[in-house]
């Protein structure tokens, strides 16, 4: 299911001050997917009129860059076994995608080469996720070792701010969470409860 941006998404600086060209916008350059693809069951729309979708809660987030595909070039001087692992283990973009809901989570890229990165999840409480996906350098910048000045980061939002998701089959309701939270279970026992007091 394709993740659409809403009025939101879009470049930090200019089109043409990162050299795309006409006509690309941000949904033309980098496509969002959530996999597997959910029934085409909306909720109600958000603020900006993106609808709700229903997911599980274990799946993954695609970003596919469609346009401008960098060409690997030398990041990396005199170690070509390291050139060749930075490439393929983590692509031309620094891409970040963020779930915040009953859990914050970071999730860990899977470059899969081709300019698509994978990011799978597994949350473990029911509820209202946002899905937020950023790029923050792109054409290797943030792997160049002989670019000694700092190299410039925008943040260019991929989707926006109203890409939510519903998720539910893990069993465990919001409220449900907050307890386990509190009595501290799946904690260590010196982290549970109240005033040092272990609950089994």
């Known amino acids: 299911t394709r993740l659409v941006p809403d009025k939101f998404a879009g470049f930090e600086r200019p089109r043409h001050a990162k050299e ?44 596919v860059r469609t346009m401008g595909c960098p060409e690997e070039r030398t990041i990396i001087q ?50 209202m996720v946002s899905v937020r996906a950023r790029v923050f350098r792109t054409g290797f910048a943030a792997l160049d070792e002989d670019d000694f000045k700092s190299p410039l980061v925008d943040v260019d939002d991929l989707l926006g701010r109203d890409t939510w998701l519903s998720v539910a089959g893990t069993g465990v309701s919001s409220g449900k969470a907050l307890e386990h939270l509190i009595m501290g279970v799946g904690k260590p026992a010196c982290l549970r409860g109240r005033g040092g007091e272990a609950h089994g």
């Open 20 to 63: 795309l060209p006409p006509p690309a916008t941000m949904e033309k350059v980098f496509s969002t997917f959530l996999c597997p693809s959910v029934p085409k069951m909306p909720m109600v729309p958000g603020e900006t009129g993106n609808p709700v979708l229903r997911a599980d809660p274990t799946g993954t987030i695609l970003v």
């Open 78 to 127: 005199g170690d070509a076994a390291l050139q060749e692992e930075a490439v393929a283990r983590f692509g031309p973009d620094e891409v970040a995608v963020d779930m915040e809901g009953p859990e914050l989570l970071s999730l860990k890229a899977d470059y899969l080469g081709a300019c698509v990165y994978a990011f799978p999840f597994n949350l473990t409480v029911d509820g």
